[in-house]
T-cell receptor, first 112, second 112 residues
Framework: RKEVEQDPGPFNVPEGATVAFNCTYS??????FFWYRQDCRKEPKLLMS???SGNEDGRFTAQLNRASQYISLLIRDSKLSDSATYLC?????????????FGKGTTLSVSS | SQTIHQWPATLVQPVGSPLSLECTVE??????LYWYRQAAGRGLQLLFY??????ISSEVPQNLSASRPQDRQFILSSKKLLLSDSGFYLC???????????FGDGTRLSIL
């Protein structure tokens, strides 16, 4: 099992749709979780952290399920500008210290 | 506020030539610094990270090296570039531990 796995997509949705991405991680010692957004040919940018209690930022909701070892990102009322690749990031502490693992990303395409 | 600068934005180099990419961080002290490479259509690959001046950890064997001559400066180098060194190189920083990383704008390197 890969350390961090994401469905690569692409997810093609119309404007206004609700779309959800999942990300699974293999290291049960993982401590912190984030979602990043990466536009084509640009650097990844932090979208939001993921907290155990779940958290919301406008149209975006992130949730963590430690028992099943997955995190999710829900986007409501999709906009054209949401089109991007969404990267799941997991931080785990191991013998070597802190390991920050990026998923390969899920591509979202929102169309009018 | 903290900022990260990375240059150049684009670089075209012949095979066998040397390389030097520079990254600097402002507005923080003793950051953790990272170099990543992202090949076309692929995920982020961690190349090097540094937790302090002169401290470099290499994640994968390769044709590249990194140095940290100053607290907020991180340099990626090569003596002789290979075709396989082409890619999108990203510098990132965080304040350590379980904090998210913040990326520079990236350098798109093409080897001819």
């Amino acid at each position: 099992r890969k350390e961090v796995e994401q469905d690569p997509g692409p997810f093609n949705v119309p404007e206004g749709a609700t779309v959800a991405f999942n990300c699974t991680y293999s290291n049960s010692a993982s401590q912190s979780f984030f979602w990043y957004r990466q536009d084509c040919r640009k650097e990844p940018k932090l979208l939001m952290s993921v907290y155990s209690s779940g958290n919301e930022d406008g149209r975006f909701t992130a949730q963590l399920n430690r028992a099943s070892q997955y995190i999710s990102l829900l986007i409501r009322d999709s906009k054209l500008s949401d089109s991007a690749t969404y990267l799941c990031v997991v931080i785990a502490f191991n013998q070597a210290g802190t390991a920050l693992i990026f998923g390969k990303g899920t591509t979202l395409s929102v169309s009018s | 506020s903290q900022t990260i600068h990375q240059w150049p934005a684009t670089l075209v180099q012949p095979v066998g030539s040397p390389l030097s990419l520079e990254c600097t961080v402002e507005g923080t002290s003793n950051p953790n610094l990272y170099w990543y490479r992202q090949a076309a259509g692929r995920g982020l690959q961690l190349l090097f990270y540094s937790v302090g001046i002169g401290q470099i950890s290499s994640e994968v064997p390769q044709n590249l090296s990194a140095s940290r001559p100053q607290d907020r400066q991180f340099i990626l180098s090569s003596k002789k570039l290979l075709l396989s060194d082409s890619g999108f190189y990203l510098c990132a920083w965080n304040s350590g531990g379980n904090q998210p990383q913040h990326f520079g704008d990236g350098t798109r390197l093409s080897i001819l």
